[in-house]
């Protein structure tokens, strides 16, 4: 393929038809489904290797479930409950018809036998308009076992793996307590790719060590993995965790971004990014309440997402713009 045809032919197409400058999700789910597909968040209590003393103790030092389980999830309460609930919020709030993923959020929720998960997810395929789930878990939590369910569900419903890869340095992974490794993300992504399985990939943008110059460079690795979509977040301090004690005491450890400062850097990331990936995210979003910093006001994802787009509409910019610079570079890890 010719990809400098490819890409400025595709700069033109969203400037003519007023179209995001990346290649959003959303889209994919209109394509394929005809509407708006809306995630339902479900809490099932689950935990982590790394919470259980599987793998280590208190969890990834700057995680807070509380910070992005959203207010209608109820962990008490049966998956059917929390789905019918979680759909009559969203109607509510958007005031039209749509069809649904069961997301299930909280923790890492393939960490139980398949027996059990076999009957949560079917559980929540049973609501009416739900067309498939969504599946939060780590690149270490996932079996063949699991592969094997998953494909029997996909048989009649959307199946989509979220997993939470994070980063692609193993000395980041190991001062935030991630407890696997670049290489389990790699095999995961490549067991799922292999399975023609639809997979999100979860990454932080701002991690203790690393820097806009790192995170750039990352990219290279990033653009060969076998993945669908990225949902991407900047760092964020947390109330209740183990960051949150390293930024009191010293602060200089994070280069946090404030907002013009990654509004900059999010366009320009998107430029080297692969052309052809789905993203889901751009940014995180928590409660006011649970969040330390970087203080943006109270602004919500959409402004944000808003801000980021006008930005790069009005400077000439769109995801893979400039992949080809990276396009033939060989990374190892």
């Not at 299930?104 to 139980?112: G, I, K, L, M």
């Not at 969504?134 to 996932?142: A, E, F, H, K, Y």
């Not at 944000?304 to 890890?333: D, H, P, W």
């Amino acid at each position: 393929m010719d990809w400098n045809f490819h890409l400025l032919s595709y700069g033109i197409h969203l400037k003519m038809n007023n179209k995001p400058p990346y290649k959003s999700l959303t889209s994919f789910f209109k394509e394929r489904f005809g509407t708006r597909v809306q995630k339902i968040s479900l809490h099932l209590n689950f935990t982590c290797p790394n919470k259980d003393g599987s793998k280590g103790r208190g969890g990834c030092y700057y995680c807070n479930n509380d910070g992005f389980v959203p207010s209608y999830c109820h962990p008490a309460l049966p998956v059917k409950k929390q789905m019918e609930e979680g759909i009559l919020f969203h109607k509510k709030r958007y005031r039209r018809a749509i069809k649904y993923l069961a997301y299930f959020q909280a923790y890492t929720n393939t960490y139980d036998s398949v027996e059990k998960l076999e009957k949560i997810y079917k559980e929540a395929l049973e609501i009416d308009n739900v067309v498939g789930i969504s599946i939060s878990t780590r690149p270490d939590c996932v079996s063949k076992e699991h592969i094997d369910l998953f494909k029997q569900i996909s048989k009649n419903y959307f199946v989509m793996l979220e997993i939470g890869v994070e980063s692609l340095r193993n000395e980041t992974l190991q001062l935030t307590n991630r407890g696997h490794t670049v290489k389990d993300s790699l095999e995961t992504l490549k067991l799922l790719h292999e399975n023609q399985l639809f997979t999100v990939i979860h990454y932080i943008l701002g991690l203790p060590g690393e820097t806009q110059e790192t995170l750039l460079e990352d990219i290279k690795l990033l653009n060969q993995l076998p993945f669908d979509a990225i949902k991407l977040h900047h760092l964020q301090i947390l109330k209740n965790t183990v960051f949150e004690k390293w930024y009191k005491k010293n602060p200089s450890i994070f280069n946090l971004f404030d907002l013009p400062e990654y509004i900059n850097f999010i366009s320009r990331y998107l430029c080297f990014l692969h052309p052809e990936k789905y993203i889901d995210r751009l940014a995180s979003e928590v409660p006011p309440r649970v969040l330390i910093a970087p203080q943006w006001g109270l602004i919500r994802y959409d402004e944000i997402a808003r801000k980021i787009e006008q930005y790069m509409l009005k400077n000439n910019l769109f995801q893979g713009k400039f992949y080809n610079t990276f396009f033939t570079t060989n990374c190892m890890v």
